[in-house]
T-cell receptor, first 112, second 110 residues
Framework: DAGITQSPRHKVTETGTPVTLRCHQT?????MYWYRQDPGHGLRLIHY???????DKGEVSDGYSVSRSKTEDFLLTLESATSSQTSVYFCAISATSPGELFFGEGSRLTVL | GENVEQHPSTLSVQEGDSAVIKCTYS??????FPWYKQELGKRPQLIIDIRSNVGEKKDQRIAVTLNKTAKHFSLHITETQPEDSAVYFCAASITDDMRFGAGTRLTVKP
């Protein structure tokens, strides 16, 4: 498996609290992505990065922000979590664009 | 942005039969079409991909076909086995922004 780790793997939080998910890679890949997976919706792109400090919005970016200050780390922040953001979040990396995505193990977030 | 639709949402076949999953995309500029397999509780993993300059690609029991004119592509699995049971996702991409279909849950009955 590609060197990609997500943390935390599981988190339960309350509505209105901030949450940050971290994606860390050891592959030195240029591209990094955050997807959310919900039943019936497949994988939906939240934000992606094409380089350090270079990010762009995906199809479901409202309520989420990202930062990439180093090649290896891509952070996803929910400024004020809502129940609709309960989901499994996957980080992915890619060396080329477009190209094969290597996914992390996922982070299950529950917002009560 | 790109919109990818995938059918069927569920598919059940007998071991040894073939399975076909179909996807359509909206943006004619899309040029990369991968398929991912996700086993229960696991991460999605690439099983095959095709680029827009190719009409068909095979890898052992799996194949993908692309019809650029109609903007659809399909995954074909022959001689299905129980270990093929999983959720399969198609995707389409122009450059950095890769969009996925909603997934097909394939069940192979022994």
């Amino acid at each position: 498996d590609a060197g990609i780790t997500q943390s935390p793997r599981h988190k339960v939080t309350e509505t209105g609290t901030p949450v940050t998910l971290r994606c860390h890679q050891t592959e030195n890949h240029r591209y990094m992505y955050w997807y959310r997976q919900d039943p019936g919706h497949g994988l939906r792109l939240i934000h992606y990065s094409y380089g350090v400090k270079d990010t762009d919005k995906g199809e479901v970016s409202d309520g989420y922000s990202v930062s990439r200050s180093k090649t290896e780390d891509f952070l996803l922040t929910l400024e004020s979590a809502t129940s609709s953001q309960t989901s499994v979040y996957f980080c992915a990396i890619s060396a080329t664009s477009p190209g094969e995505l290597f996914f992390g193990e996922g982070s299950r977030l529950t917002v009560l | 942005g790109e919109n990818v639709e995938q059918h069927p949402s569920t598919l059940s076949v007998q071991e040894g039969d073939s399975a076909v999953i179909k996807c359509t995309y909206s943006d004619s500029a899309s040029n990369y079409f991968p398929w991912y397999k996700q086993e229960l509780g696991k991460r999605p993993q690439l099983i095959i991909d095709i680029r827009s300059n190719v009409g068909e690609k095979k890898d052992q029991r799996i194949a993908v076909t692309l019809n650029k004119t109609a903007k659809h592509f399909s995954l074909h699995i022959t001689e299905t086995q129980p270990e093929d049971s999983a959720v399969y996702f198609c995707a389409a991409s122009i450059t950095d922004d890769m969009r996925f279909g909603a997934g097909t849950r394939l069940t192979v009955k022994p």
